[in-house]
């Protein structure tokens, strides 16, 4: 089983830049695409980002711009740096892993998933 730790969220003001990291367990890691959702409350996760396995990122409308999914395949990390934040942006926040490597933007696709990390954006 593949374990995901995510780490780097935080309470900051609107405008400024987090990044945040997801540690992966296992030695294929470059053989999984890898994505990040958020979760505000009473709302759907969401598609934020996501990084397949040539290196081709895609992105919610949300992000475009100010977002941007990275990889580390040596250390077994990916990275989402989060730039320009705004209060909508406020969520737990989900790193994810899938088996197919051109997974994309559904959460089903995802076979693996981290505990999430709160990111909190004032206005």
């Known amino acids: 089983q593949v374990q995901l730790v995510e780490s780097g969220g935080g309470l900051v003001q609107a405008g400024v830049s987090l990044r945040l990291s997801c540690a992966a367990s296992?030695?294929?890691?470059?053989?999984?695409?890898m994505g990040w959702f958020r979760q505000a409350p009473g709302k759907e996760r969401e598609f934020v980002a996501a990084i397949i396995w040539n290196g081709s990122t895609y992105y919610a409308e949300s992000g475009k711009g100010r977002f941007t999914i990275s990889r580390d395949n040596a250390k077994n990390t990916v990275y989402l740096q989060m730039n320009s934040l705004k209060p909508e942006d406020t969520a737990v926040y989900y790193c994810?892993?899938?088996?197919?490597?051109?997974?994309?933007?559904?959460?089903?696709?995802?076979?693996?998933w981290g505990q999430g990390t709160q990111v909190t954006v004032s206005s």
């Open positions: 994810a892993a899938a088996k197919n490597a051109y997974a994309s933007s559904r959460t089903n696709e995802y076979d693996y």
């Open positions: 296992g030695r294929t890691f470059s053989n999984y695409a």
